[in-house]
């Protein structure tokens, strides 16, 4: 799972899920300044926090290796939803609230439908 964030965003997506998938990788993409990612880790699911962070991904030129590689997208609310339909990223993933919990636990509940037991685990 690639979880692209803030480089001062708190790690809450990646801690929750942490326990319950193979690897979850962080990718800090903006700060005060916008570093350069140019590319996305053997991942099956990339989650994105905001709108923002789809822009940034955008801006580091990792949205068409998204699609070109088939790669599961999600994210938290309205707003981040319509930019990656506007992307031709539908994500899979859309919680109902907005807390990096409610992300983590979408994306077990994506998992445990499809019968993936990887990412399913006892809810706390």
Do not use: W
Not at 25 to 46: E, I, K
Not at 53 to 80: F, H, K, Q, Y
């Amino acid at each position: 799972v690639l979880v692209p964030a803030s480089a001062v965003a708190p790690d809450h997506v990646r801690e929750a899920l942490a326990p319950h998938a193979a690897e979850v990788v962080r990718a800090d993409l903006y700060s005060l300044r916008f570093p350069t990612v140019d590319t996305v880790p053997n991942v099956d699911v990339v989650l994105f926090s905001s709108e923002s962070t789809v822009r940034s991904a955008r801006r580091n030129g990792l949205l068409d290796e998204i699609r070109g590689r088939g790669l599961i997208t999600g994210g938290v609310g309205d707003a981040t939803r319509r930019r990656l339909e506007e992307e031709n990223l539908a994500p899979a993933i859309v919680p109902e609230g907005f807390r990096p919990a409610d992300l983590a636990r979408a994306t077990r509940r994506y998992f445990a439908n499809l019968g993936m037991a990887a990412l399913v685990a006892e809810e706390r």
